[in-house]
């Protein structure tokens, strides 16, 4: 079982920055981020596998890198020219690899505004 606790969200103005973090209670493979607002799915953001590996989504390539330290088990997603449209909830995943076996875990959700 792997617990995961977010932190970094709140309000800020378009054009602006915020950084994202979620420590896990244990390894992971991967480590992702999603965002949902209210009435749609949740999307996801970006992702790192092992300690390189980077995907994102279109909507925030080059404005969203993401990172981790494997020492503390944290990610971050270092949010930059946020957009009116960057406005959710912001979560983290985590996937572990158990014999062949995916399993995800969450986290509570950091929300973020960006206002115009």
């Known amino acids: 079982q792997v617990q995961l606790v977010e932190s970094g969200g709140g309000l800020v103005q378009a054009g602006g920055s915020l950084k994202l973090s979620c420590t896990a209670s244990?390894?992971?493979?991967?480590m992702n981020w999603y965002r949902q607002t209210p009435g749609n799915e949740r999307d996801f953001v970006a992702g790192i596998i092992g300690g390189s590996s980077t995907n994102y989504a279109d909507s925030v390539k080059g404005r969203f890198p993401i990172s981790r330290d494997d020492a503390t088990n944290t990610v971050y997603l270092q949010m930059a020219s946020l957009k009116p449209e960057d406005t959710a909830t912001y979560y983290c995943?985590?996937?572990?690899?158990?014999?062949?076996?995916?399993?995800?875990?969450w986290g509570q959700g950091t929300h973020v505004t960006v206002s115009s």
């Open positions: 995943n985590a996937v572990t690899v158990t014999a062949g076996h995916y399993k995800h875990y």
């Open positions: 244990g390894r992971a493979s991967a």
